[in-house]
């Protein structure tokens, strides 16, 4: 007879770490790419502040799992596009920080020669379509992508990023009938912060479960945690996966949160300073995952603390490409004005 196997008692069970929810290396890259963004956007206000960055300046401080936890989801070739608070998506998608902030400060150097500012760069190299200072003007830009992918045969899927404000803009619904019409490889992605400015979504919108945008047109949608990336990147895994199979567009609302103004004009009085702080300190994205890095002894403290500051030296050296740069020529004023075919 064989041997019984031997239970492990309770306390044994209990020492034993849980399976940690992604690989170390994900986790690692998760963090690096969401700790840039936070310290690029801490350096873009302070320089906005000393009068160096002109202009709207909308920042992504508090959102980062949105766009790191999407990218990772992704595949080669497939395309975004986003509204004003874009710096997060450039750097996510692989954009220099020196190009992206010497386009904040109107430099040569930048993305779009320094001539599109906060709200307007563009990298064809990167998929990435552009920032757009239009509300929600972005969204049949996307679906216009979409159809331009399923028209060549390419299996590739765009991303077309709003927030909880756009999703009230008329353009969004046509383009969602268009999308839903002609089964569009597009993923609609609401990044709802909550404050559309500086409304509150309850005193905005009537159905304040966006992911429902689509439902007119049977469009299917889901509600993720835009805070924790792993959340954000197994929905998006979902949302890609229904697309490239041709069955057409989805909405994903991420519920996440944003720790300034709505731009570096709005005090932000609408809201509590109880509020934030509680966001801060129980929904962080990226102490969030900091602290499964640091329960699966993943690496340490000291190791983190090196890599914040290999960060903030990468950010200053932006900063000072960026100020080192020469402004556009006069002459630049009349190029990229047209594209011929």
Known sequence: MAAAKKAASPKAASRRRAKPPAPKDDLLKYYRDMLLIRRFEEKAGQMYGQGLIGGFCHLYIGQEAVIVGLEAAMEEGDQIITGYRDHGHMLAMGMEARGVMAELTGREGGYSRGKGGSMHMFSAEKNFFGGHGI??????????????????????????????????????????????????????????????????????????????????????????????????????????????????????????????????????????????????????????????LLDHSFTTEEDLKAMDKEIRAEVADAADFAQSSPEPELSELYTDVLAES
């Open 135 to 292: 509300v929600g003007a972005q969204v049949p830009i996307g679906t216009g992508l979409a159809f331009s992918n399923q028209y060549n045969g390419s299996d590739r899927v765009s991303f077309a990023f709003f927030g909880d404000g756009a999703s009230n803009q008329g353009q969004v619904f046509e383009a969602m009938n268009m999308a839903a019409l002609w089964k569009l490889p597009v993923v609609y992605v609401i990044e709802n912060n909550q404050y559309a400015m500086g409304t509150a979504v309850t005193r905005a919108t009537a159905e304040t479960h966006l992911y429902r945008r689509g439902a007119a047109f049977n469009i299917p949608g889901e509600e993720v945690d835009g805070m924790d990336v792993l959340a954000v990147k197994e929905a998006g895994e979902m949302a890609i996966a229904h697309a490239r199979k041709g069955e057409g567009p989805m909405v994903l609302e991420m519920k996440t949160y944003r720790y300034r103004g709505h731009s570096m004009s709005d005090p932000a009085k609408y809201r509590s300073r109880e509020e934030v702080q509680d966001m801060r300190e129980h929904h962080d994205p990226i102490e969030h995952v900091k602290k499964i």
